[in-house]
């Protein structure tokens, strides 16, 4: 690249910090990303921008895989070359941004890891009634029966909780609300907490559940205190609170084969985020397979 194509790369990254003040590690791996498309530039005799075509940046993603970059990895390298082509359109350097239409690799998705029924069984039968032990029961319960997400656990009010409708009103991701079922087991251990609650929680405060202080728990709290009773009850895996809401999904489904209704429940708004537990699903069926068909039992 000539000397005026690498000073625009310089400059991009003071834009980055100056005007849309990027931490110095963002805009150090947005330079790199750069300067990474720079060097191959200049294994193909490109000098200047303006000559990069999508094709050109096709091969550029494609080499970088091939060179052992993973998919997301690729994905985050053409995010730093469309970002650096949409600046240059605003500098006047380039008419176009031939990095729109170029998609890295697909990446394989990983496979949430769930608890079995037994193993959440074990971890919910919490026999201390001190009023802690009974919040974390209430909590870890309603987690499991209805699929909560964290943020949407530690967000709940009071007037979110109908126990005698057995549902909770959960906001969730752009600040959507559902309507979520509560089990039989859930809402006797948030009854419980209830009572329990008035002793613990601060004058005025809404938040259904509250941490030692007496106001709102929070997220680390949380994830700490179901990592601490996932090594009291003796589970064999590391718990935290997301591997309630997969297990949910997958226990449900495994049970349903209603695809269309654990979306609602876990309030995706794509199905494609809710078909990854088909796989989960697909693996039970497949060990179900393997032991029970006569020409499928390896000798």
């Not at 625009?8 to 990303?33: C, K, Q, W």
């Not at 959507?176 to 006797?188: C, D, L, N």
Request: glycine residues 6%.
């Amino acid at each position: 690249m000539t000397p005026a194509a690498l000073a625009d790369i310089e400059r991009f990254g003071a834009h980055l910090a100056r005007e849309r003040r990027m931490s110095p590690h963002t805009v150090s791996n947005y330079l790199r990303e750069l300067q990474s498309l720079a060097a191959w530039c200049d294994a193909q005799g490109i000098d200047a921008w303006q000559t990069l075509d999508s094709q050109h940046l096709r091969m550029f993603a494609a080499r970088s895989h091939a060179g052992g970059l993973a998919p997301r990895s690729v994905q985050r390298r053409l995010s730093a070359v469309r970002s650096f082509f949409r600046w240059l359109q605003r500098e006047k350097a380039v008419t176009g941004n031939p990095a729109v239409d170029v998609r890295a690799p697909k990446s394989r998705r990983a496979l949430p890891v769930t608890v079995d029924a037994d193993q959440m069984a074990r971890l919910l039968d919490i026999r201390d009634t001190t009023p802690l032990a009974l919040r974390d029961r209430a909590l870890m319960e309603l987690l499991y029966s209805s699929g909560l997400r964290l943020a949407e656990l530690v967000g709940l009010d009071l007037p979110d909780l109908d126990l005698a409708d057995r549902t909770v009103r959960v906001t969730g991701k752009g600040r959507k609300v559902r309507i979520v079922p509560v089990g039989s087991k859930a809402i006797a251990a948030l009854e419980a907490w209830l009572r329990a609650r008035t002793s613990v929680a601060a004058s005025g405060e809404m938040a259904v559940f509250t941490g030692r202080g007496g106001r709102r728990i929070g997220p680390r709290a949380v994830q700490a205190r179901v990592a601490w009773w996932a090594r009291r009850q003796g589970l064999p895996v590391h718990l935290h609170p997301h591997l309630f809401r997969h297990s949910f999904a997958s226990h449900i489904l495994e049970s349903s084969q209603d695809l269309r209704g654990v979306q609602e429940l876990l309030g995706h708004a794509d199905i494609a985020t809710t078909q990854v537990y088909t796989h989960l699903d697909f693996q039970h069926l497949a060990r179900i397979y393997d032991q029970a068909h006569p020409r499928a039992r390896r000798k």
